[in-house]
């Protein structure tokens, strides 16, 4: 599991080929992120994440995903412009992905089938119904920004839900054990 998570073909944000072998031995927190969405100001926590706990191992990859009523349109050169201007962020940014549906990126359907269960997932759902969206089904990523943690060994620890702030205690308190073990 652990090898072939970190051998899944990427595209960093500047379009050059990538994996997460880059970060083996990394704490990670994968996150699908949008512009135009009510949690984008969640960069801001995600950007403190990346300044507080890098230096510890523990690295915050971004991946922009447009599945979400399109709330990330633009190209890639675009959203690393927005979120550089916009919420400073220096942490690891990918191209474009899909994270849900049958066309997955690769990585998000390894995510999916090794943690299925979304932590908090229905008060999101809810949430959501209140919109009038419906949510994916599960195992499926909920909407944008939900949060992946995976430990130094490769393995899915836990799976926050997007309404999860990344200074919620419990999302801090999982970062800080992983990187303790």
């Not at 899944?8 to 880059?22: C, M, N, Q, Y």
């Not at 994968?30 to 960069?43: D, E, I, M, R």
């Not at 926590?45 to 349109?73: I, K, M, S, W």
């Not at 999302?171 to 800080?176: D, G, N, R, S, Y």
Request: a negative charge.
């Amino acid at each position: 599991m652990s090898e072939s998570l970190y051998a899944i073909p990427l595209r960093k944000i500047d379009g050059s080929p990538a994996t997460l072998a880059e970060h083996q031995g990394k704490v990670l927190l994968v996150v699908n992120v949008a512009s135009k969405c009510g949690l984008t100001p969640q960069y801001t926590g995600l950007e403190r994440l990346h300044e507080t706990y890098a230096a510890r191992g523990l690295a915050v990859l971004g991946f922009p995903a447009n599945d979400f009523a399109g709330q990330e349109p633009g190209t890639d050169a675009e959203i690393a412009q927005f979120c550089t201007s916009t919420y400073g962020v220096q942490f690891p940014m990918y191209g474009k992905v899909v994270a849900t549906g049958p066309d997955k990126h690769p990585l998000y359907a390894r995510l999916t089938a090794a943690q299925p269960d979304t932590e908090d997932r229905e008060g999101m759902e809810t949430g959501l119904r209140g919109y009038g969206i419906e949510p994916t089904p599960r195992p499926e990523v909920l909407w944008n920004f939900e949060k992946f943690l995976i430990g130094r060994d490769g393995r899915v620890l836990r799976r926050f839900a997007p309404d999860t702030a990344p200074d919620a205690a419990k999302l801090v308190e999982a970062i800080e054990a992983a990187l303790a073990g």
